[in-house]
């Protein structure tokens, strides 16, 4: 019987049944011949036992139905414990004598109606001791899946291709992204068939998210290349089913909008452009998730509930949209293309003072926790340089702090432009540059300087950006 069928017919109705043991292949070889049937445990509480360990099999939990909670007893004349359903049962009328489970299991499970709905209730047999669900394979496996839970989404025993499971398992081998590990205990999603494309996401948060700010963390796998988060997103297209206009459904790995509101037709749509009928709802073709499944990447979203990874950034793995503590002069630390720590950010341990070190020299520039100071230890300044040829007049600065003329016919430049109070050197390489004193540049001396070979003048722009005043 495979798993799903079992489990399928477990949850019919309620029940009641543990996993027998020991004291169970015992009672096999205990007078198996007087062992009678009884309905179900509420019949089982109007019998007495005929005799010391008389045995009874219940046939039903709740109910006289075989497969629905089943369980064998035995009878103890001089027990007084108390009812409780599970390992001990007293009979309507009698102060001594009850009937005891012969099972000794894992614990009790009882699936029955109650609020909100269907439970399943997994407990120690024992009273006041911890319950403990332990699985484990019969015998060793070497590759592959070891133990898996599964939670489905949608309806697997009547449609096994259009699905939407989240998964834990463990997984051991040589491959299948082990990389040497010794094994993989894994938690994920995934979606298949018409659920394709946009994948369930992960939530790592409190209150069943309730709360926006009780989520701080969850799991995406989502397409990359798109540009919009499209809601309301409602899952899987599929026959008779009602939608509202505006609503998003994924039928064949494609994305579609409902022109209307309705119920399903028994079309599914197929279309990759414009506006088609399912025999009842109109649909709005909206993205083929096919086509740019290359760039369906994965990523973890620290942040709150109803926050959404940013689209366009298919190798980044972890986006941050709260903000992020480093303490006790801990590191965030860049390793270089031989995986060797290269530059590191941290805070100086009792000052707070932000710390940028290279890990290679021992270089360090400290940002003054107080905003008072900025100190270099070991780095050495590199200005941005921007060579000038042509015989150009006018120079646009654009964030340059080094202007190196090398103009192939004597040239007299009267103008530079750039940011407010801007800082910046000019030289000539060649000696062809003369600098115009003038409304736009001004000079120390207040006339034309014709540039030495070499020689390094320094300006800094006034508060338009149009006026350079050279400083000494």
Request: aromatic residues 10%; charged residues 20%.
């Amino acid at each position: 019987m495979s798993r799903r069928i079992f489990f399928s017919r477990l949850a019919q109705v309620g029940l009641g049944f543990s996993l027998a043991g020991s004291a169970l292949a015992q009672s096999a070889s205990t007078k198996q011949q007087s062992a009678r049937q009884v309905g179900s445990v509420a019949e089982l509480r109007t019998l007495p036992g005929r005799f010391p360990n008389d045995r009874a099999d219940v046939i039903g939990y709740w109910v006289n139905s075989a497969g629905k909670g089943g369980l064998r007893v035995y009878w103890d004349p001089h027990s007084t414990a108390t009812e409780n359903g599970r390992t001990v049962f007293a009979v309507s009328g009698l102060e001594i004598g009850r009937w005891r489970s012969m099972d000794i299991a894992i614990g009790f499970m009882g699936l029955k109606a109650s609020s909100p709905g269907d439970q399943l209730v997994v407990k120690s047999i024992r009273d006041d001791t911890p319950t403990r669900v332990h699985i484990e394979p019969r015998g060793y496996v070497d590759e592959g899946t070891v133990t898996k839970f599964d939670m489905m989404f949608d309806d697997y025993d009547s449609d096994q291709v259009n699905y939407r499971i989240v998964n834990c398992y463990t997984k051991v081998g040589r491959g299948n992204g082990q990389n040497g590990e010794n094994g993989v205990a894994y938690i994920g999603a995934k979606a298949h068939g018409d659920h394709s494309g946009l994948w369930p996401s992960v939530h790592f948060g409190f209150g069943d998210g309730i709360s926006p700010t009780s989520t701080p963390l969850k799991l995406y796998y989502f397409d990359t290349s798109d540009t919009e988060w499209r809601t309301p997103m409602v899952g899987a297209w599929r026959p008779r089913r009602s939608v509202l206009k505006g609503d998003y459904l994924l039928a064949s790995s494609r994305l579609y909008q409902a022109q209307d509101s309705g119920i399903t037709g028994d079309a599914k749509p197929y279309h990759g452009s414009g506006t088609s009928s399912d025999g009842a709802v109109d649909w709005l073709f909206v993205r083929d998730y096919q086509s740019s499944a290359g760039a369906i990447r994965p990523c973890v979203l620290i942040g709150e509930r109803d926050f959404m990874p940013k689209f366009g950034l298919p190798d980044v793995r972890l986006q941050i949209a709260k903000s992020v503590a480093v303490w006790n002069g801990e590191k965030i630390l860049f390793l270089d293309q031989n995986s060797e720590p290269a530059i590191s950010l941290h805070t100086a341990h009792g000052t707070g003072d932000l710390t940028i070190h290279s890990e290679k020299t021992g270089a360090k520039l400290r940002l003054n926790a107080e905003g008072s100071f900025i100190q270099n230890n070991g780095f050495e300044w590199l200005m941005s340089p921007t060579s000038v040829s042509g015989g150009k007049t006018a120079i646009s600065l654009e964030g340059a702090e080094l202007i190196s003329f090398n103009n192939e016919v004597h040239t007299r430049v009267s103008l530079f432009t750039g940011r407010p109070y801007q800082r910046f050197y000019v030289e000539s390489l060649n000696g062809q540059t003369t600098l115009v004193h003038g409304p736009g540049i001004v000079l120390q001396n207040e006339d034309d300087r014709t540039l030495e070979i070499n020689q390094v003048l320094t300006f800094v722009m006034d508060r338009s950006g149009k006026v350079a005043r050279q400083v000494l």
